[in-house]
């Protein structure tokens, strides 16, 4: 079967970094995104990455690893309003995206 | 303003009485689909359309229909809904199929069925 595996909850202090990381095993692969869900709203886009490597994007980068079917999300300079659910989703060979549980990330003080 | 829009965003509703789930968005965009989401699982895929007339399974179809009559409008509908179909709905489209489309999502529509 189809899997992504994500941590449940992570805790981190504001101005720090945080990497939240993401396996997978699917059928194929087309690509990997991330996406932050704030509570009660919707998903919206972070990153997509296609091949290895890390794409960076202002405080916020994303690495893949398709051998060793791994991605990870680094947050860098944390602040209040990045605490949100932090969701992993790959897109299969049939170009389904398979979804992640989501990371929920707390940022204290 | 680009937007994916739903509703209603809140619905209380009894087990077997029909309802139905709007969504529209206004990108012109050709993919609609509709997931829900349950605390501890990541988003699940019920439906989704390519095109108008152009309908697919997702994941877990059981207990819901859509349709694609128009573009912009891709309704949910529930035709006898049950306890267990109480979740978050979330309505996304994004412009075409291609892997590297991002998806836009509507606000969200919560249902509780009693």
């Known amino acids: 079967g189809q899997n992504i595996d994500q941590p449940t909850e992570m805790t981190a202090t504001e101005g720090a970094i945080v990497q939240i990381n993401c396996t997978y095993q699917t059928s194929g692969f087309n690509g990997l995104f991330w996406y932050q869900q704030h509570a009660g709203e919707a998903p919206t886009f972070l990153s997509y990455n296609v091949l290895d490597g890390l794409e960076e994007k202002g405080r916020f980068s994303s690495f893949l690893s398709r051998s060793k079917g791994y991605s990870y999300l680094l947050l860098k300079e944390l602040q209040m309003k990045d605490s949100a659910s932090y969701l992993c989703?790959?897109?299969?060979?049939?170009?389904?995206?398979?979804w992640g549980a989501g990371t929920k990330l707390i940022i204290k003080p | 303003e680009a937007q994916v829009t739903q509703n209603p965003r809140y619905l209380i509703t009894v087990t077997g009485k029909k309802l139905t789930v709007t969504c529209s968005q206004n990108?012109?965009?050709?993919?609609m689909s509709w997931y829900r989401q349950d605390p501890g699982l990541g988003l699940r895929q019920i439906y989704y359309?390519?095109?108008?007339?152009?309908?697919d399974k997702g994941d877990v179809p059981e207990g819901y229909k859509v349709s694609r009559k128009e573009k912009r409008n891709f309704p949910l509908i529930l035709e006898s809904p049950s306890p267990n179909q109480t979740s978050l709905y979330f309505c996304?489209?994004?412009?075409?199929?291609?892997?590297?489309?991002?998806?836009?999502f509507g606000p969200g529509t919560r249902l509780t069925v009693l």
């Open positions: 990108m012109n965009h050709e993919y």
């Open positions: 996304a489209s994004s412009p075409g199929t291609a892997h590297t489309d991002t998806q836009y």
């Open positions: 989703a790959v897109m299969d060979s049939n170009y389904q995206l398979i």
């Open positions: 359309s390519m095109n108008v007339e152009v309908t």
